[in-house]
């Protein structure tokens, strides 16, 4: 959707070290989603993305600039920032 | 050596900023804690400064109403200090709180603390809902006016929520597809709503302007219908949705598959007083909004000396009712900062009783009208998974039960809300499965919460520890 915004200026993240273009003032989320990218990380295989997007959450947690755990519905973009996806697989429950 | 405040108020949306506007109008030393980049908090968000909206006032009555609040903020509130960004990781002794902002931790000393932390939505569960693609009806709302993006082209919206057809609504607006509108509460149920919306005329006007764009549309509406199943491998495909009949089973004929790109769906607003449980503060369970609110008597102190509440973290009531709980929280605690005497607060308590007592009704009438109803993930599949961040499936928690778990604090055994959410969304899911076995919502309780009530990397407390003893030494 174009109609009605002019947004920041337009800037270069990378996801998975693949350029993704993106707008000043924009968070990461917004970013991805624009791009078509829904997944933000996996557990056993199961994909998680964006699903609160105001920082609850914590689905969207990537791995951005090398720190684990970052939500990117509450990050801005950053020209030139790395984001990565996070993969894990569950530690199964004793009780 | 902490920084001191008079008042440390955390949340800036509207209870956080109207607490602040009256302290500061009292001449009282007052920080804001938010962290969100600018005040407004959830309901009055305004869209990125790096961005510029060619006609503000398609943005709606909300966003006109937030703006005119938060120039007031900040044309009174210059005077305290705002600490946006910034989370507030933990309460400790001594009235101190400890922060962070970006990669610094902080102390900083209260003499009263506010307490205006929010709400977050009630998840609607069913199998499938960890999908990329299936989101909030807030979550979505944020992105389509506040961020300008859709998302993708074909929309489902569902649930039970006051957000329910104003998101069906902004998203017809920005050119989306919206394939169905699923509401769980049958229309004919909306109709209670309209004695009471006479007394509230923004709202009434932006309900009907709502309907409009939805009928002119022409997006079909399934009334009484639920989302029942979704698929799709790496992200949301397919939705089916049905009515239910008693059992939770699907009455003949009625389902039907939509295939999308998005689906949207929550089940209400529910209070988010994390601070507040953490820092001991007494909380009752409200068996009507069904989420747990910080008690405070009178008015706005809470259990624990020098600790109020006032706005959704406190009592579900939504933006008006918030920023006059605001305005009451931040005068009674002028009033025992003794920066104003008593008969001043009480006046302005009877000043206003009348119009809070309309707003009061209103939000009750409301949650009633809009209730999800009760047991609703019961029903479901024993697959279907309740706490997104350790993948425990509803046939988990319910053989954890039959277990012996009684308790919010037993059911995690299961690793039910053990996982970076910190219970934030499956806490009322869990709480409505353990009391649809029969146990006391007293005995239920609420998952306990910890410093950091936030995650934050070790690393920050390592480098804040060492500076610490350096200062110290």
Known sequence: MDQGVIRGRALTIHVDGIPVRAYQGQTIAAALLSEGIFTSRTINQQHLGVYCNMGICHSCAMTVDGIANVRICKTLVSDGCQVETQRFSKVEANG | MADAFEAVIVGMGPAGMAAAIELCRRGAHVAVVDENPQPGGQVYRRFAQEFTAEDETSLGVNYAKGKKLIEEFWKVGKQCVVLNDTHVWGG?????????????????????????????????????????????????????SREFLLPGKRFLIAGASPLLIPVAAEVLKAGGEVAGICTVVPLGRYLNLFPKLVFQREILFEAIRHAFEIVRRNAPVFSGYTVVSCAGEKRIRKAGIAKLDANGRIAGGSMRTFEIDILAASNGIITMSRLG?????????????????????????????????????????????????????????????????????????????????????????????????????????????????????????????????????????????????????????????????????????????????????????????????????
């Open chain 2, 92 to 144: 400790f002794a001594d009235n101190q709180l400890a922060l962070r902002h970006a990669d610094k931790i902080a102390l900083i000393k209260y003499k009263k603390l506010l307490l205006a932390e929010g709400a977050s939505e009630r998840p609607s569960v069913f199998p499938g809902w960890t999908l990329p693609g299936v989101m909030t009806l807030g979550g979505l709302q944020k992105l389509v």
């Open chain 2, 277 to 473: 449980r953490q820092l001991g503060c007494r909380h009752e369970y409200d068996s009507e909004g069904l989420c747990w609110q910080v008690k405070t008597a009178p008015f706005f102190r809470s259990s624990q000396a020098d600790i109020y509440a006032a706005g959704d973290s406190h009592v579900i009531g939504g933006r008006d009712l918030a920023e006059w709980n605001g305005r009451m929280a931040g005068l009674e605690i002028a009033k025992d900062l003794g920066r104003i005497p008593a008969d001043e607060f009480n006046r302005r308590l009877s000043d206003n009783a009348g119009r809070r007592e309309r707003l009061r009704r209103y939000v009750s009438t409301l949650q009633r009208v809009l209730s999800p109803g009760a047991n609703q993930i019961g029903r479901q599949d024993l697959n279907t998974i309740v706490c997104r961040c350790e993948q425990v499936t509803l046939g988990d928690v319910l053989s954890g039960i039959e277990k012996g778990c009684r308790t919010m604090h037993e059911i995690k055994r299961t690793r039910v809300g053990m996982g970076l959410c910190q219970g934030r969304v499956c806490e009322s899911i869990v709480t409505e499965i353990i009391l649809g076995k029969g146990i006391p919502i007293e005995e239920i309780g609420y998952f306990g919460i910890r410093q950091p009530i936030a995650p934050i990397p070790i690393a920050l407390l390592e480098r804040y520890a060492a500076q610490d003893a350096r200062e110290s030494a």
